[in-house]
């Protein structure tokens, strides 16, 4: 069975986003001390400070993405989906590989897409060449697009 893992490009720009909720939230709470706290500060600069940290050290594994043939199906773990997809190999009619997204489209329901339009010139190669053995090995209709 093999693996195909690419790190997602978003992850600076989660790292900002998470240490400025974490600052944001360690401000709202040191000023929610001048005269009387309300609880409802309290509790949502706890909050924003868990969630940046939450975003900071990537708790859902949002900044990988994953696709992998299982004994008769293929897995795919995107990064703006929390658990992965599961797709049968006989519930697969068609994928389609274009610039800016993967399409894998299913027998019983509509069609998956899987944006790739932030994927580098060699990441976009390395998921070609995966899905081109994929689809080989399964006996799928497999097309790239551009």
């Not at 900044?63 to 658990?83: A, P, V």
């Amino acid at each position: 069975m093999e693996t195909l893992e690419i790190e997602s490009v978003s992850k600076q720009a989660r790292k900002w986003l998470g240490g400025f909720l974490v600052l944001a939230g360690l401000a709202l709470f040191i000023f929610t001390f001048g005269e009387r706290p309300k609880a409802l500060y309290i509790i949502t600069s706890i909050v924003l400070s868990f969630y940046g940290l939450f975003t900071i050290f990537n708790g859902f594994g949002l900044n990988r993405i994953w696709l992998r043939e299982g004994s008769d199906c293929l897995i795919i773990k995107w990064s703006d989906k929390i658990y992965p997809v599961r797709i049968p190999d006989s519930g697969i009619s068609k994928i389609i590989l274009e610039d800016w997204q993967i399409s894998v489209f299913r027998k019983s329901d509509d069609p998956l897409k899987f944006n790739i339009i932030n994927f580098g010139k060699d990441e976009k190669g390395r998921m070609h060449n995966f899905l081109t053995k994929y689809a080989e090995a399964r006996n799928i209709s497999f097309s790239r697009e551009t």
